[in-house]
């Protein structure tokens, strides 16, 4: 990865001082290794934030941050990672969840492979007994609850192993490349 960008892309430490949200969290924000840009800190930091971006609702950065400062990997990273789950994935990510969680549920219930990922039906919708719908709709709603808790902490641990090995190989493949246009320059200039 390119440090150069990245170090004009991120925020500073100086810059976190001047605002009042988080002046108060500066002595947990000035380690150097929240913002140093190094391959390992980098992966982890983008590993947390994909992990925490599973996380539903607004918890996300909170968690992000809170990881990134527990593991000490790179803050700016493990934001950004957060926001691989947005208005247009999470619908997508969270039926993938499911997905997996039912079928881990259904294989580990009958050890059967076959239809254990089918969606639960839609409740009827009563509009002249509210309180019957909302019951139905609340019981369709808990129909969700074991796969979709199992689906989501799985696809978490698998984005964030995913997304680490993503920024590990990446980044050795730009390095060599690097190298190698360097040593094909250095011999271009050394035959001329």
């Given at each position: 990865m390119p440090r150069k960008l990245l170090r004009r892309l991120l925020p500073d430490r100086e810059t976190l001082g001047r605002y009042a949200l988080t002046r108060r969290f500066t002595p947990f924000l000035m380690r150097p290794e929240l913002w140093a840009i190094k391959r390992s800190l980098i992966a982890g930091g983008l590993a947390a934030g994909l992990f925490s971006g599973m996380i539903p609702g607004p918890l996300q950065m909170l968690a992000a941050i809170s990881l990134a400062i527990l593991f000490r990997v790179n803050l700016p990273a493990a934001?950004?990672?957060?926001?691989?789950?947005?208005?247009?994935?999470?619908?997508?990510?969270?039926?993938?969840?499911?997905?997996?969680?039912?079928?881990?549920?259904?294989?580990?219930?009958?050890?059967?492979?076959?239809?254990?990922?089918?969606?639960?039906?839609?409740?009827?919708?009563?509009?002249?007994?509210?309180?019957?719908?909302?019951?139905?709709?609340?019981?369709?709603?808990?129909?969700?609850?074991?796969?979709?808790?199992?689906g989501v902490l799985l696809l978490a641990c698998l984005l964030a192993v995913s997304g680490y090995a993503l920024v590990q190989i990446s980044w050795r493949i730009n390095v060599l490349l690097t190298v190698r246009r360097r040593r094909h320059a250095r011999n271009c200039r050394a035959v001329v």
């Open positions: 934001i950004a990672g957060t926001f691989c789950s947005n208005p247009l994935t999470i619908l997508p990510l969270y039926y993938l969840a499911y997905m997996i969680g039912q079928w881990c549920v259904g294989a580990l219930r009958a050890g059967d492979m076959a239809g254990s990922a089918a969606f639960p039906a839609l409740p009827p919708t009563d509009w002249d007994s509210p309180g019957l719908m909302a019951t139905a709709w609340m019981n369709w709603m808990l129909a969700f609850g074991t796969p979709l808790a199992i």
